[in-house]
């Protein structure tokens, strides 16, 4: 049996809406003010569209100028007539404006009416639809008024003709779209109907795998399902984050612990066919190299205050940390807080112990400066996941010559294109140079313009984007 379904669309012209605005605001404000002149106007009703217009408006002198316009769905048009005939190729509501001036009379009106065609050439966007065998669908372009269409089947299959067919190899609900033009766009729009189609294949994919652990955390992921099509996508998972497609797939995991693996095995012929499934893998017996980093930056809110985060590179979390804070005093935690008694400069080192039984120290030197005047305390902040990991960008600063005498050299290695701040300060803080620099992802080289600087003692500061300083060095002239 046959099913014929009809869909016409309803067609909105926003320029329709446009004019009313318009003139809303317009007659809100004041803008076409009404002196010693009214303007107004009739209009006779043709065949094929024509609409004549009289000027009926008072207070006219031989000076006396006149603007018509009008808007709809063919688009705008204007004249400077008296009183003009406008001809409207396809049928709807229309909007006729005619605003009137004098200089010499210090006068000006304003006033639109609207107007109904139904005797012009029709403007519709619709079609119809016969649902055939083996998911097969026929369709019928019922549009008027327009000359181009473009349709989309929603299975990823589209056409330009004016009443194509298409085939969906699987079953399932889909929304089709026409959407249809005339020249010039003044006609225009789209339809839109959802075909449910039952008597095409099902969708045969399905999700299984196994895996083999091939040592030094290599694992390799293999299909089991020899019913999937042969040209069929695999992707896969890893803790939710995409790593890699193909069949089978190899993947080398960087600590141990548990890992939620997903394939996901889609029809690469109907991308709306897939499956997918996941499973724990348990990767022991790997080498213990953890790490741990921090990064600092001043807290924008409370003045004095420095934010520490903990982060690690693709290594298990820290489950203990000692905290050096080069004034002679240490703490221990993972989120300890310290403040600086004392004015001048401190190093700041940290020594993160691992579950492992690994460990690792990393140390900013002379990364914070306390003044007589202003009180430093460091916070180190546990973030929603109690470590941010992955979170620094930049590493490997080195600055060279030192001692100098002209310029600095930089090198930095960079996670990701950044622009670099290099902010140079003395011994007492104040700020000397500042400067800001693009780096591409990898190695970077550029040269800080130091010449003229006194012989002294200085610190540069470098920081990323974000405003988070990556390092701080002491240079001496």
């Known amino acids: 049996m046959k099913t014929t379904n009809r869909i016409i669309a309803t067609i909105i012209n926003p320029k329709r809406f446009f004019g009313l605005l318009v003139l809303s605001l317009c007659l809100s404000t004041g803008l076409f003010a009404q002196s010693t002149c009214t303007a107004s106007f009739t209009y006779t009703l043709g065949t094929n569209g024509q609409v004549s217009l009289t000027n009926t408006s008072v207070g006219t002198t031989t000076n006396t100028a006149y603007q018509w316009s009008w808007q709809g769905m063919s688009s705008w048009g204007y004249s400077y007539q008296t009183s003009p005939t406008i001809n409207f190729t396809y049928n709807g509501t229309y909007y006729i404006y005619l605003n009137m001036s004098d200089s010499n009379a210090n006068c000006q009106s304003y006033v639109m009416d609207s107007v109904v065609i139904t005797n012009a050439q029709a403007c519709q966007v619709s079609f119809t639809y016969t649902i055939g065998t083996n998911g097969q669908v026929s369709f019928t372009n019922t549009s008027q008024g327009n000359v181009s269409y473009y349709w989309n089947f929603g299975d990823g299959n589209s056409s330009t003709l ?32 959802t075909i449910v189609i039952t008597n095409a294949m099902a969708c045969g994919v399905m999700s299984a795998f196994t895996s083999t652990n091939s040592g030094s955390g290599v694992f390799i992921f293999t299909d089991t399902v020899s019913a999937n099509p042969a040209n069929a996508f695999h992707r896969w998972y890893v803790n939710g984050s995409y790593v890699g497609f193909g069949n089978p797939f190899t993947y080398t995991f960087n600590n141990n612990g548990t890992f939620t693996v997903c394939e996901q095995v889609q029809d690469s012929t109907f991308l709306g066919c897939a499956d997918s ?29 420095w934010d520490a985060y903990l982060y690690t590179f693709n290594s298990a979390y820290p489950i203990n940390a000692v905290w050096t804070w080069g004034d002679g005093t240490s703490s221990t935690g993972l989120y300890p807080t310290h403040t600086y008694s004392t004015p001048g400069w401190y190093s700041i080192c940290v020594t993160a112990y691992f579950a492992c039984g690994d460990s690792s120290t990393y140390c900013e030197y002379d990364s914070v400066y306390r003044s007589s005047a202003q009180m430093v305390t460091i916070n180190v902040i546990n973030g929603s996941n109690g470590i941010h990991t992955n979170t620094k960008t930049m590493t490997g600063v080195k600055i060279y010559p030192n001692p100098f005498t002209d310029n600095l050299t930089v090198n930095l290695t960079s996670y990701e294109s950044n622009n670099v701040t290099c902010a140079m300060y003395d011994m007492m803080g104040n700020l000397i140079l500042k400067e800001n620099v693009n780096v591409n992802k990898g190695d970077n080289e550029f040269k800080l313009k130091t010449d003229g600087l006194n012989q002294g003692v200085y610190f540069i500061n470098i920081s990323g984007s974000d405003g988070k300083k990556v390092s701080t060095l002491k240079v001496v002239k």
């Open 277 to 305: 499934i996941c499973y724990n893998v348990t990767v022991s017996g790997m080498a213990c190299n953890d790490s741990a980093y921090f990064y600092l930056y001043q807290d924008s809110t409370q003045a004095g205050v």
């Open 162 to 193: 004016t009443s194509p067919q298409n085939t969906y190899l699987y079953n399932g609900t889909y929304n089709v779209y026409v959407w249809a033009d005339t020249t010039g766009g003044y006609c225009g729009g789209y339809a839109q109907a």
